[in-house]
């Protein structure tokens, strides 16, 4: 088993090899109670990572058996988040539940054959198969990716439709927003670079249209000595938690019936130079020998919840 430190140790232990210009792998938990932070050179032998990796079309389909959340059980944590929309205490919150499921492939079978841009492997515990990227800092320009909308590419004129969604505009909107004021909070001369492109995703056998944007700012000189305060005031990622942040975290604690764990935290790699990093979402995780897949989705005043629920079971697949 690996160890992970506390988060004042962990984003302690960032600065200091970030300010040495060392090379490290950092992992960091939803709520951050979990970092691991370690020398690329002394990584831990049950640690695996992809970082970009140029993906192509996904052809098999893997055996694999969903027991989502019961509808009632969601129905009921859906219905309190509206309470709190219709109050005013949130605007956008990312409602997420684990789903057990069954399959025939290992932890490290589903990591090496899974068709996904960001990976990662803890020992036989842990998966990860992302397609979103978090942050990527080159040089002095720091920017992030918040993908929000999501629509089966077989659809007739997805991306038209997609596009002209008002739900998905307002929802993706209030994303950009928020992940905007957050970079403000580290750094200047915030951009939006992209907004709302569509990205090709592969779920299993079938295609997906992503819509995401691109965010930028300018960072100082000497940004490598506060790699840990960067990523301590910009998790949890905004795309998967909502606004306003602060208060919707406390709502999903409040709504959600399991801790997230790594699910929704954040991992990546600096180079020395560069930082290139990628959200945990796409995730599953092995508890008392039984495999547990967290998925969801954004809820507006304007969710419905059938249509919710079924994103989430949507969303269980192994890409290869």
């Not at 109050?87 to 990591?111: A, Q, R, V």
């Not at 990662?120 to 929000?148: G, H, Q, R, W």
């Not at 939006?192 to 100082?220: C, H, M, N, P």
Request: net charge positive; aromatic share 10%; proline share 3%.
């Amino acid at each position: 088993m690996i160890k992970f430190f506390n988060k004042e140790e962990g984003f302690k232990k960032i600065n200091a090899l970030g300010s040495a210009r060392e090379p490290f792998l950092f992992i960091i938990s939803y709520d951050k109670s979990k970092i691991y932070a370690k020398e690329l050179s002394k990584l831990d032998s049950t640690i695996f990572y992809n970082l970009e990796h140029h993906f192509t079309s996904c052809s098999k389909k893997v055996n694999l058996q969903k027991e989502p959340i019961n509808y009632t059980l969601y129905q009921k944590s859906f219905t309190r988040v509206i309470q709190e929309i219709q109050k005013g205490n949130t605007y956008l919150l990312n409602l997420t539940f684990p789903s057990k499921i069954k399959t025939p492939l290992s932890l490290k079978e589903i990591f090496i054959k899974a068709n996904a841009p960001y990976k990662l492997l803890i020992d036989d515990s842990f998966v990860c198969f992302s397609p979103e990227k978090f942050i990527e800092i080159k040089e002095n320009t720091i920017a992030t990716y918040p993908m929000k909308g999501t629509i089966d590419a077989s659809i007739a004129n997805a991306k038209q439709k997609i596009l002209a969604n008002q739900k998905e505009l307002a929802e993706h909107t209030m994303i950009v927003d928020l992940m905007r004021n957050d970079l403000n909070m580290v750094a200047s001369k915030t951009k939006v670079e992209k907004f709302r492109y569509i990205q090709k995703i592969q779920a299993g056998s079938k295609e997906l249209l992503q819509v995401s944007s691109k965010i930028s700012a300018t960072l100082d000189k000497n940004w490598h000595n506060y790699i840990g305060d960067i990523l301590d005031k910009l998790t949890p990622a905004g795309s998967i938690t909502g606004t306003p942040k602060k208060k919707t975290i406390e709502i999903i604690k409040e709504v959600e019936i399991a801790n997230r764990g790594l699910y929704t935290g954040v991992f990546g790699v600096y180079d020395g130079v560069n930082l290139n990093s990628a959200v945990m979402i796409r995730a599953i995780a092995k508890q008392e020998g039984r495999l547990f897949y967290h998925s969801g989705g954004g809820i507006t005043l304007d969710s419905n919840p059938l249509e919710e629920y079924q994103e989430l079971i949507d969303k269980i697949y192994i890409p290869v």
